[in-house]
């Protein structure tokens, strides 16, 4: 089962009181948050863990706790039983949890040093997206940044297995002079993507009903999307033209300044800028 929150209850219980019937037990958000889906600031949240794998972590941690007891702390915290689409979501990984757990510590860690930590879904030419951002707006918000973390989906023009995306991220990298963390999501998952919640919802709640005759009343409309939590966005048009069928090396891959990750290594690497033949050259020589 899954667990969400689809509305409002009318007395929810604040969690210090949940806390005081229970003495001792530890905040049961803290343990759903990293394994939450959909956009945190809305009530429309859902949760790969069950009522069983929250009983074993809260096992883990000293409070023995029956199904029934989880789920009516998780109902008075406003979350209710629903059930797994699996054809919404795909078939389920066997480490897909994990992955989830490994993309919040990743993330936490970034946050935790003002790193920046992108989302990205796009089509075609996601680096290009990335490249565009960071020239008008990355590198002023993070003047000292020394790292960059990406989150993806695991297909599509940016998937895992796709050449081009690394390649090009070798020359974002190399460009930049700064390392690039990438960490997919789990097969079959990318509607959790936190930009499908976080942003493209928003933007269909606010072009609803309105004719996107031409691109320029398109990007306005994304441009104008806020939330009363304080989202803004900035949309640009680009009309540049990419070229097809782009074939990648194997001498390519093999070039490239990747470090696979400890845990899923095809998921989750980072690619580090390259050093120039010519700086080889000059410390072999000294």
Known sequence: ???????????PAPISTLLALRPGLPQVAEIV?????GDPTQLLLWTSRSLRNLVKDLAQKGHTLSPTVVGDLLRDMGYSLQGNN???????????????????????AFVAANEPVLSVD???KPVHAIRRWWRPMGK??????????????????????????????QKL????KLPVTVCHMPPGTSKWNKVEHRLFS??????????????????????ATTTD???????????????????????QMVALNLSRHAFHGDWNYTIAPTRKKATRQKRATN
């Open 140 to 169: 002023k918000r993070y003047p000292r940044a020394k790292r960059l973390m990406i989150t993806a989906d695991g297909g599509g023009s940016n998937g895992y297995r796709v050449r081009l995306w690394k390649v090009e991220l």
């Open 173 to 176: 990298a190399d460009e930049l």
């Open 122 to 124: 796009t089509k075609r």
């Open 86 to 108: 699996k054809v919404r979501e795909g078939r389920q990984h066997i480490d897909r949890d994990a992955q989830f757990q490994y993309i919040n510590s990743q993330a936490v």
């Open 202 to 223: 928003f933007i269909s709640i606010n072009w609803r009903g309105k004719p996107l005759r031409t691109y320029r009343t398109i990007v306005q409309l994304i441009a």
């Open 33 to 37: 948050e990293p394994a939450t889906r």
């Open 229 to 251: 939590t304080g989202l803004t966005v900035r949309a640009e048009l680009d009309d540049n033209k990419f070229p097809k069928g782009i074939k990648v090396s194997d001498a």
């Open 1 to 11: 089962m899954s667990l969400a929150p689809l509305r409002q209850p009318n007395n």
